[in-house]
């Protein structure tokens, strides 16, 4: 869903770009992040439960230390982690680069520059969006996936 609010984002950005306020893209952009933002509410609640009664049944479990990949990285994981780091290096950059992109526009005296603001904006902006659909969020939930995968296997050798 964070995939999807991000893509629409984007969308957005681009279809406002290409054709307008009033165009159909933008209208549908606008639906789907109403809709991705509502679920991501309702998710965000349910995964909170979720993730509190995990971690309460592991605290409490004495043995909840012995557990093989609770504390410990697999080589894989450090792979996926590496993706992600590099990925969190790449929005920083660009987020500079949207800054640098507003400075040029609000405080350029020639025009000509707060043209070149404006593109610069939109570079960063998309290139953001570009590395949170594709590097940042699918590394991030490759990782959280392998982590719930050793929770839930301890949860459910207890039961």
């Known amino acids: 869903m964070l995939w999807c609010l991000c893509a629409s984002l984007g969308l957005r950005r681009i279809a406002r770009a290409a054709c307008g306020e009033g165009c159909v893209l933008v209208a549908g952009a606008d639906e789907v992040l109403r809709f991705v933002t509502v679920s991501l509410v309702v998710v965000a609640i349910v995964t909170l439960a979720v993730a509190v009664a995990s971690i ?89 996936w392998g982590r719930m995968l050793v929770l839930w296997h301890h949860i459910i050798s207890r039961i």
């Open 56 to 144: 309460c049944v592991v605290v409490c479990d004495p043995d909840a230390e012995k557990v093989p990949g609770l504390g410990v990285l697999a080589p894989a994981d450090r792979k996926v982690l590496c993706v992600f780091l590099l990925g969190m290096f790449g929005i920083l950059a660009f987020f500079f680069l949207t800054l640098v992109g507003f400075l040029l526009e609000a405080y350029s005296p020639a025009r000509d520059l707060v043209w070149s603001g404006s593109v610069i904006i939109d570079v960063g902006v998309s290139s953001l969006l570009v590395l949170n659909c594709f590097v940042v969020l699918p590394s991030l939930a490759l990782f959280l």
